[in-house]
């Protein structure tokens, strides 16, 4: 199993809230993700970072931000929540280095917005 | 801009029988990476398999192998004596030489009949 763990699993929560989904990893990786899924649909790259005070903006606009102050952590963060974020969201990570490299997924979030 | 096209979104195997999934990419670089990931219910992502486009020779797992075509642009995945545990969401995966995104396609829901 891969070490790396998001929380919540699933979240219900009303238009409007402020929310912050939680992504960390204990195996020192440095390029972490975060991957959106609708339900039968292909994954879509939302936010990527390669390391510490790097993130990026991924293939999927998206109305989240995100943080990367510690290796180990990569939160996602959505200001004020609509129905139309209603969605999975993944969170990845992989080593640097060697290019490549395959992804280690967490279980993911559920989010559905009311 | 580079496509994974998955053109089964469900198929289904009688257990011990062998199942072909097939998966078409686009582009136009010479050098890349193709992947299989496996998504079970509720349970994360996972590497099934990893092909190097500069490789001529096709990439074996244990019950899993790929056929890559790369003229055809297609790397279809076999699974040989399909188990319950094969029952689950798979993902075909493209990735640029020198570039981490990985892209990946719409999924192919694999079912097992005991």
């Known amino acids: 199993e891969a070490d790396i763990y998001q929380t919540p699993r699933y979240l219900v929560i009303g238009t409007g809230k402020k929310i912050t989904l939680e992504c960390s990893q204990t195996?020192?990786?440095?390029?972490m993700y975060w991957y959106q899924q609708d339900p039968g649909m292909e994954l879509h790259l939302i936010h990527y970072s390669y390391g510490v005070n790097s993130t990026e903006k991924g293939d999927l606009s998206s109305e989240s931000t995100v943080s990367r102050i510690r290796t180990e952590h990569f939160p996602l963060t959505l200001e004020s929540a609509r129905p139309s974020h209603t969605s999975q969201y993944l969170c990845a990570s992989s080593p640097l280095g060697a290019t490549n490299e395959k992804l280690f997924f967490g279980s993911g979030t559920q989010l559905s917005v009311l | 801009a580079q496509t994974v096209t998955q053109s089964q979104p469900e198929m289904s195997v009688q257990e011990a029988e062998t199942v072909t999934l097939s998966c078409t990419y686009d582009?136009?670089?010479?050098?890349?990476?193709l992947f299989w990931y496996k998504q079970p219910p509720s349970r994360q992502m996972i590497l099934v398999i990893r092909?190097?486009?500069?490789?001529?020779q096709n990439a074996t797992e244990n019950r899993f192998s790929v056929n890559f075509q790369k003229a055809a642009k297609s790397f279809s995945l076999k699974i040989s004596d399909s188990q319950l545990g094969d029952a689950a969401m798979y993902f075909c995966?493209?990735?640029?030489?020198?570039?981490?995104?990985?892209?990946f396609g719409k999924g192919t829901r694999l079912h097992i009949l005991p």
């Open positions: 195996m020192g990786h440095d390029k």
């Open positions: 092909q190097e486009a500069y490789k001529q």
């Open positions: 995966a493209y990735s640029m030489n020198r570039d981490d995104k990985i892209i």
């Open positions: 582009t136009s670089e010479s050098d890349y990476y």
